[in-house]
């Protein structure tokens, strides 16, 4: 059925705003309206092109396990291969070191054995959403790992959480961690040949989603959201006042009380979200080893403001001096203090003739804790969609990964619409 009568609004033009317009296209809506308060469609997908090629801002890669990621990269015709993404493992002081200690080789293999029957015991953590989340996930994934004795496999897992902005795993969730590193993702990760590393960029992929949407507006701030006495919801903007039948809201939900009028318990849900803040920064570099390098000793929640990973992207297939490097804003440390760390870290990776290219800073991974978990924050949002006459997409609604945005944005068009 047509369903050219229905006025659907989508604000934010991220992965899971085009995902939702792509997939409300396919079910017959032909008067969508995507509002982008920035003047590019991606969000956290942002790629920037130096010399010719393309390098990554916010979102990194995308790995073999991401199903629907590579159904909509097919249908876009984005299959090129792209760099190869190799990578070592250095301690502060910018020595390779082993990712495990030979010492903890024989506990790393008895605890990776007993890995796929433990995680098998959380397969709804692959559903859309986190309302049905066992209980047991709610407390810090490193108490959780404690408790199920994975004292080696913790610190694996903490190398692919935390260095890309997700966080201390000492803090964060369990159900967080294994929306990113279920079994499946976590061995994509460690067999690290087979990601994906797009040639032309992970913006890529949303431009050409976003080129399909029948109406999108770039540098359109969405100020205000009120449901009418009609039914319609009235979203007052940058460009005007607008009129839908539906609004699906997939920006920042801490902004949105600012928005919208809401009852006072439903605001203070709102306002348990938290989130990370975190910067990549690009640098021109020479002599840096051709290889993405991970630095564990710069992971914990004490060590904010250093650098925890670099990206060497096209090492395999081009001569380059830009590399990424990623860290998690500090309190505690200035803007020139923290420049002054990773450039010192740089050089003591061999770097020579470091020069700040660009950097980019994130409000990252919107996420509650324990004690909202254990409230029952995320049975009480799902509760809330279309009460306001909006609905919620995003990266608080699934984990923000490329795949996680996917699932959700298709399963709430499939609810819903």
């Given at each position: ?198 040639p032309k960029g992970v913006t890529e992929l949303v431009k050409r989603m976003g080129d399909q949407a029948s109406d999108l507006r770039l540098t359109c701030g969405v100020n205000r959201i009120a449901r009418e006495e009609t039914g319609r919801v009235r979203v007052e903007t940058d460009q005007g006042t607008l009129y839908f039948d539906k609004v699906i809201y997939t920006a920042s939900l801490r902004d949105l009380p600012e ?159």
């Amino acid at each position: 059925m047509i369903k050219d009568g229905e006025k659907i609004g989508i604000v934010g033009a991220g992965i899971s705003g085009v995902t939702l317009a792509y997939e409300l296209g396919k079910k017959g809506y032909r008067n969508v309206t995507i509002l982008e308060k920035g003047d590019r469609v991606g969000g956290k997908c942002h790629s920037i092109e130096y010399k010719g090629k393309t390098y990554e801002m916010g979102a990194l890669i995308g790995l073999p396990s991401y199903k629907m990621t590579m159904e909509l990269m097919e249908e876009f015709g984005l299959r090129d291969k792209g760099p190869l993404l190799e990578r070592g493992f250095f301690d502060r002081d910018g020595h390779k070191i082993s990712q495990i200690p030979v010492e903890q080789l024989s506990d790393f293999a008895r605890e990776f054995k007993r890995l796929p029957e433990l995680l098998g015991r959380f397969e709804a953590i692959k559903d859309p959403g986190l309302a049905h989340i066992p209980s047991e996930l709610y407390k810090p994934f490193a108490a959780w790992c404690d408790e199920n004795g994975l004292l080696v496999l913790k610190q694996v897992f903490m190398h692919y959480f935390s260095a890309f902005g997700f966080g201390s795993i000492d803090e964060v969730p369990a159900a967080y961690v294994m929306k990113l590193l279920n079994y499946d993702n976590l061995m994509s990760f460690i067999e690290i040949t087979h990601m994906i590393s797009w040639p032309k960029g992970v913006t890529e992929l949303v431009k050409r989603m976003g080129d399909q949407a029948s109406d999108l507006r770039l540098t359109c701030g969405v100020n205000r959201i009120a449901r009418e006495e009609t039914g319609r919801v009235r979203v007052e903007t940058d460009q005007g006042t607008l009129y839908f039948d539906k609004v699906i809201y997939t920006a920042s939900l801490r902004d949105l009380p600012e928005k919208t009028d809401l009852a006072p318990a439903d605001r203070k849900l709102f306002e348990s979200i938290i989130d990370e803040r975190f910067r990549v920064y690009a640098y021109r570099v020479d002599n840096m080893p051709k290889l993405s390098g991970y630095i564990p000793g710069n992971m914990g929640p004490g060590r904010k403001g250093r650098m925890m990973a670099w990206y060497y992207r096209w090492a395999d297939l081009a001569e380059t001096d830009l590399i990424t490097v990623y860290v998690a804003e500090s309190d505690s440390m200035s803007d020139q203090e923290m420049r002054e760390s990773i450039e010192a870290t740089l050089a003591g990776l061999g770097g020579e003739n470091i020069r700040l290219y660009m950097m980019k800073r994130w409000s990252h991974f919107p996420h509650v804790d324990t004690a909202a978990l254990q409230s029952g924050f995320y049975a009480r949002l799902e509760r809330l969609q279309g009460k306001y006459g909006i609905y919620f997409a995003g990266e608080i609604m699934n984990f923000p990964t490329l795949e996680n945005c996917i699932i959700y944005a298709r399963a709430l068009v499939q609810r819903f619409f």
